[in-house]
């Protein structure tokens, strides 16, 4: 494949897998052995829709008064230079070792990735102007928010490479799902295979709902057993 061939196959998995249900996709990951892949602390604190896209990786170590100071985001190779880099599509994760005392970005910063058509940010800590932050509209998921800077607790150390976010490791181009249940990553090398699967899971366990709201037990239909795979395939032939 040619280099655009690649971004186009790349952004149309990506539409695909924004409309698998998380907890689907996990249940998928789960069956391939990749347990530790679920961010903790993330939750959307802004945007309605899932979102999907390569992660483009930030990275905050605890702060030392030396390097937290307010002249350092005017140092070269600073924290708004990674907002600058983040590339049209991804998801921007930030490593904030789960500080909820510090924001690690908050209304500029993500206008400015909006700007650059990033998809959405992915935190394990804190985000801050929180009416901004609406105003502006990119999608969040962060563990709250806080009135103080990065400054007030993080030292920025980087972007671009691997983090550990909220107790999964996040390796730059990892595609990152989140929705309502919040952010999953996908090994970029799974996320191909898991799709049709994770897309079957999703119409079985639909059907399954309505079963169960027509007042079926559950057991013997979920986990479904042979008499109820035979009632589903038919259902699905019939359609």
């Known amino acids: 494949m040619s280099a655009t061939e690649d971004t186009e196959a790349l952004t149309a998995l990506c539409a695909r897998l924004a409309r698998i249900p998380t907890a689907t996709l996990s249940s998928q990951l789960i069956k391939r052995g990749l347990r530790a892949t679920y961010i903790g602390g993330a939750r959307r604190l802004v945007g309605t829709d899932a979102i ?5 990786t930030v990275r905050f170590i605890p702060g030392r008064e030396d390097r937290t100071v307010p002249e350092s985001y005017a140092w070269p190779g600073a924290l708004p230079a990674a907002m600058d880099a983040a590339p049209p599509g991804s998801v921007v994760v930030i490593d904030a070792n789960g500080h909820r005392g510090a924001g690690t970005f908050g209304d500029i910063f993500a206008g400015r990735l909006k700007v650059r058509q990033v998809r959405g940010i992915v935190c394990d800590g804190a985000a801050r102007d929180l009416p901004g932050l ?13 009135a103080p800077p990065s400054i ?3 030292t ?6 691997p983090i550990g976010c909220g107790g999964a490791a996040v390796y730059p181009g990892d595609i990152i799902v989140a929705d309502r249940d919040g ?17 079957e899971q999703d119409r079985f366990e639909t059907w399954v709902q309505a079963r169960v709201e027509e007042g079926r037990p559950l057991v013997g239909l ?3 057993d042979a008499g109820t795979l035979a009632e589903y395939r038919n259902h699905q032939e019939a359609r």
């Open 134 to 146: 609406e105003r502006v509209g990119l999608p969040v998921w962060a563990d709250g928010t806080c």
């Open 183 to 199: 952010a999953l990553v996908v090994p970029v090398a799974v996320a191909g295979e898991i799709a049709a699967p994770a897309e």
């Open 52 to 56: 999907c896209g390569p992660a483009f």
């Open 152 to 154: 007030g607790g993080l």
């Open 222 to 224: 979920y986990p479904a």
């Open 156 to 161: 920025f150390a980087g972007w671009g490479d």
